[in-house]
Every structure is written in structure tokens, then in C-alpha cells.
């Protein structure tokens, strides 16, 4: 009993002490990210003579009319859809859905700022059940609540200016061999070999293995997650189902933005532009009829959106630590909400660390990019001296580091945590529409993202089977057990094929 009153004692401190350290800690980064703000203004301008907008800007007045190229449509006090100008000067592009854009690229308040909201709301709270007490003043109750509909109303209008300077920037024609990188990001050869090569439709990099002297079966699609590349499948799977003769046709893509695959400076990096990147990349490239999809963490969010799509092509979908937060009904920032639980500001565990400060601070994040990203190769070459040329951790190395900051941000607000309640719908059609085998992995150590997500996506879709597996993490689910969980594919293929 004392042993266990002692344990419990020393959680609370510990949770108390990592919450005060987070506090002071955080407190600190805002204060470097806006100081960076103006380091990095100062620096674009230098390089790239001009200044460069970002999303830390303070918000403006509303934009009801055409403002350059961009109009703002409105539909009942809610804005929907940015109208283009001309669609032939956007190769195409006519019109960029709002419900696209994650509003946590541009609002993501201070740690200060969520506290004092905390307690304003708390004490608006506490004023209103004074009110409600008090009968005689009902009117009054009634006439606030209408002024506070109509503030909402009026803020839901409200669209930051900085955001519309951005896709001002972004939906100017580009010929997308000029420019394509920042000062801040790497120039070398393997980050911008798509720059150079004559696919002039710039589809993504795809690898494909197609059997040999084996008539092929079926079609797979592997996604990698964030901040990965196709490696992670080539260099571990791939081997294993070729070793096994296998019958299938794979093919495992480059996201858009990541490794070899094109990283337009003039791209949102929205749900909408990676699902169809796909699509034109390899379903359309490779005449793909019908498939099954293999997708790790943030692929998970993409295959959802491929089988809301094409629900009737898909054979079977496995899902491995799919980054499913529900919103709880009634929320009112979804966004905001699935935000502070993939990065919840905490310094330990470090992984949530990590996460906070690439989710958090547009700057911060940048200077990460600047230090890791641009020098790829010097720390893939001490990477390589320290582990004696280890492959495994060469290519999850090249993964991590071959994007750009720009690519990187976007993904992570306009995928993760944009889809907010999206993922509700998708999980639904899978549910009510498909009838495909689904097939959930997790590791049973992953720190990044919890078990209870792949539990939540079960409680959404009944039929779905998760698979813990145990002491093993984000990477190692895949990573070192490459062969048992091949094989563990090839037998939801072939329970899928009957």
C-alpha cells in the first residue's frame, strides 16, 4: 500500500513538474518565434528581394470584394470558396475551396492567450448562471445571447488577411523549374531531380515493383506518413514480397513535397492536391482498375480520402497508427481541437516535443528545416560513419530530411489537423458504402500517436480488426519485423480476393 501511495505521489509530481516546465518553456518559444518572424522577414528580403508573408500576421478586416484576383463568397455568414480570376492564367484551377484551408496555419494562440481565453470563458460561465438565477433578468439574458450569435456570425466571416496575401502569391502562374526552392531550403541534386526531369505534368515519384514470369494478380498502393518517403516501404516490404514471388503489383509513391516527388512553391499541400496528385500519378499513369491501399499515419488520413472517392475500386484497406482524434459533438474549433492533440505543448515525452514545436511555431519550425533539411547530406554522411554504412537508418534519414519547410507546414495543418471532423465522414462511407476488409495496426509503444486512435476508428467502422503489436513503436511496427508483416499483408490480400 505504501509502495503504491508512493508511486501515485510521485505521477502527480511529475505530471505537475512536466506541466510547469512546458509552461515556462513554451511561454519562451513564443517569444523566439516572433522574434524569428522578423530575422526570417529581414533574411527573404536580403535573398530573394522581396518580402515574404507569413501566417503569424495579425488578422485585418474581412474581404467581402475583389481584392487583385481573389473574391471571397460568402454563404450564410460562413466563407466557403476563394473565386479566381481568370482559370486559364491557373492552368485549370478555377476556384480554391476555403474548407481546404486549415485555420490553424494562421491562428494558433500563445500559450498566455490560451490561458486567459480559459479563464474569460470560465468566468462568462459563472456570469451567465448569475443571470439565469435572477428571473428578472431574462430580457437582459436573452438579448446577450443574441449579440453573441451575432458576434459569431461575424467572426466565422472573418478571414485573415495574411492567408489571402499568401494565395495571392501561391495562384500566380509559375513555371515550376524557376524558383523552386527558398534560400532556406536544399538546392542538391535529389531534392529538386524533379525539377529537371521532362515529365512536364510533374506527377509524383512513384517505384513500382512488378513481378517477374508470375502473372500479376492485383494492385497495391503504399503511403508513406509524415515527413517519409516511398523508402520506407521499398527498402523494408517491397523485398520480402519479392522474395515471396509475389503476384502482386506495387506501387509505393513519394507524397507531394517529400523526397523525389515535386515541391511546388505555388501549392496549399491541401487533402485535394495530394489525393489527386495520386490519382493522376498512379491510378490514371498505370491504369489502375482496382486496388488495395497500405497506408502508415498521415497516409492513413489520404487513403480515407481515396476510399470516400473511389470506394468501389477499393479491395481492402490497412491502416497502420492512423491519427484519428474524434471531435467531441458540439465543438466549435474541430481544427483547434485535433491540433492540441497532436501537439499538446508538452517537453516530455520528447516526441510531443518535437510535434509541438513543428506544429506550433511556423519559425521555429522553418529554423528546424534550415538546420536539418538544407544539410541532409552532411548528416546522412556522419550518420552513415557512425553506423557503418547501416542502410535502414540511411533511408529513414533521407525520408526524414528530403522536404521543404513549406511543404512540411502545409501538410501537417491542412491534412492532420484540417480535417478535423472530415475524418468522420470518410470513416462513415467506409462503414455504410464499401465493403472492403479493414485492417488496423499499431505499435504497442508508439509514443506519436496513441492506441485509442485505432481503437476509435474500430468504434466508427464495427468490422474493422486491430492488431497491437507489442514493444514496438511508430517505425519499428514496420521497420525489423519487414517479412512477418508481409506476409501478414499477403493474407489480407488473399482474404480480400475471395
Not at 483547434?336 to 506544429?359: E, F, T
Not at 485492417?439 to 481503437?455: M, N, R, W
Request: proline share 4%; with cysteine; glycine share 4%.
Amino acid at each position: 500500500m505504501a509502495v503504491m501511495k508512493t508511486r501515485r505521489a510521485a505521477t502527480v509530481a511529475g505530471t505537475w513538474l512536466n506541466e510547469a516546465v512546458s509552461f515556462v518553456v513554451f511561454c519562451l518559444l513564443d517569444i523566439v518565434d516572433s522574434l524569428l518572424c522578423l530575422i526570417y522577414k529581414a533574411a527573404d528580403y536580403l535573398f530573394e528581394s522581396e518580402w515574404k508573408p507569413c501566417y503569424c500576421l495579425s488578422a485585418k478586416e474581412p474581404i467581402t470584394a475583389t481584392r487583385g484576383k481573389i473574391l471571397l463568397s460568402h454563404n450564410n455568414g460562413e466563407s466557403k470558396i476563394l473565386t479566381l480570376s481568370r482559370p486559364q492564367e491557373l492552368s485549370g484551377r478555377s476556384k480554391i475551396e476555403l474548407e481546404d484551408i486549415s485555420e490553424t496555419l494562421y491562428t494558433r494562440p500563445s500559450l498566455l492567450s490560451d490561458l486567459s481565453n480559459v479563464s474569460v470563458n470560465e468566468l462568462n460561465k459563472r456570469f451567465v448562471k448569475v443571470i439565469r438565477s435572477d428571473s428578472k433578468c431574462s430580457d437582459h439574458h436573452e438579448r446577450t445571447k443574441t449579440k453573441r450569435r451575432k458576434s459569431i456570425t461575424k467572426s466565422s466571416m472573418t478571414v485573415n488577411f495574411t492567408v489571402v496575401e499568401m494565395l495571392r502569391g501561391k495562384i500566380k502562374p509559375q513555371n515550376l523549374n524557376r524558383d523552386v526552392s527558398r534560400w532556406s531550403d536544399c538546392d542538391c541534386g535529389f531534392c529538386t531531380s524533379w525539377a529537371s526531369t521532362s515529365d512536364k505534368d510533374h506527377s509524383l515519384f512513384v517505384q513500382t515493383q512488378i513481378p517477374n514470369g508470375v502473372i500479376t494478380k492485383e494492385d497495391v498502393l503504399f503511403i508513406h506518413g509524415f515527413i517519409s518517403s516511398s523508402a520506407f516501404w521499398t527498402e523494408t516490404v517491397f523485398p520480402s514480397l519479392s522474395a515471396s514471388s509475389s503476384p502482386y503489383r506495387l506501387f509505393a509513391v513519394d507524397l507531394l513535397g517529400f523526397g523525389k516527388s515535386p515541391k511546388p512553391a505555388d501549392s496549399l499541400y491541401t487533402l485535394r492536391e495530394h489525393v489527386e496528385m495520386i490519382e493522376k500519378s498512379v491510378l490514371l499513369k498505370h491504369n489502375v482498375k482496382s486496388f488495395h491501399i497500405v497506408a502508415h499515419s498521415l497516409g492513413c488520413i489520404l487513403a480515407l480520402g481515396l476510399a470516400a472517392r473511389h470506394g468501389g475500386l477499393i479491395k481492402s484497406l490497412t491502416l497502420l497508427a492512423p491519427p484519428y482524434y474524434p471531435v467531441p459533438a458540439g465543438e466549435a474549433k474541430p481544427r483547434q481541437y485535433v491540433m492540441k492533440k497532436v501537439a499538446p505543448r508538452k517537453v516530455w515525452p520528447p516526441i510531443a516535443l518535437g510535434a509541438s514545436m513543428a506544429c506550433w511555431y511556423e519559425h521555429i519550425s522553418r529554423t528546424i528545416c534550415l538546420l536539418i533539411c538544407k544539410n541532409h547530406r552532411l548528416w546522412q554522411f556522419l550518420a552513415n560513419l557512425l553506423t557503418r554504412n547501416n542502410r535502414t537508418v540511411n533511408f529513414l534519414i533521407e525520408g526524414f530530411m528530403c522536404h521543404t519547410h513549406n511543404a512540411a507546414w502545409h501538410t501537417l495543418h491542412n491534412i492532420i489537423c484540417g480535417t478535423g471532423s472530415k475524418l468522420d465522414t470518410y470513416l462513415d462511407i467506409v462503414r455504410d458504402k464499401l465493403k472492403c476488409n479493414v485492417t488496423i495496426f499499431h505499435g504497442g509503444d508508439d509514443e506519436l500517436i496513441p492506441i485509442e486512435c485505432s481503437y476509435n476508428v474500430k468504434q466508427r467502422i464495427p468490422r474493422a480488426r486491430v492488431t497491437v503489436i507489442e514493444k514496438k513503436d511508430h517505425i519499428t511496427m514496420v521497420v525489423g519485423r519487414q517479412d512477418e508483416f508481409a506476409r501478414e499483408l499477403q493474407e489480407i490480400w488473399k482474404t480480400s480476393s475471395c
